[in-house]
Nanobody
Framework: QVQLVESGGGLVQPGGSLRLSCAAS????????MGWYRQAPGKQRELVAT???????NYADSVKGRFTISRDNTQNTVYLQMNSLKPEDTAVYYC????????WGKGTLVTVSS
């Protein structure tokens, strides 16, 4: 049974930082591309960042230079370090793995507001 459990969301002021974590189980973690997506109210879910088993990374243009995705294969965990947060980063953030099909976590809410 595949499980993805996100944590680390919360309320932060503009310019602040948060670190999201996603703990994965039920998959051969070190062999899979992991991703972070987000969905803001009234908008479609969008890609934020992905990381390959070889730690090659890809970012949405809107987060380049501010967000960093990383992974710890010994802990089966993927992280998203978010710096210089903006109000438009407010969304529910989801962890994703594609292993025969797409698996999603339940999401963690990030609110950027003063």
């Amino acid at each position: 049974q595949v499980q993805l459990v996100e944590s680390g969301g919360g309320l932060v002021q503009p310019g602040g930082s948060l670190r999201l974590s996603c703990a994965a189980s039920g998959i051969p973690f070190s062999f899979n591309v992991m991703g972070w997506y987000r969905q803001a109210p009234g908008k479609q879910r969008e890609l934020v960042a992905t990381i390959t088993p070889g730690r090659n990374t890809n970012y949405a243009d809107s987060v380049k230079g501010r967000f960093t995705i990383s992974r710890d294969n010994t802990q089966n965990t993927v992280y998203l370090q978010m710096n210089s947060l903006k109000p438009e980063d407010t969304a529910v953030y989801y962890c994703n793995v594609r292993w025969a099909t797409d698996y999603w976590g339940k999401g963690t809410l990030v609110t950027v507001s003063s």
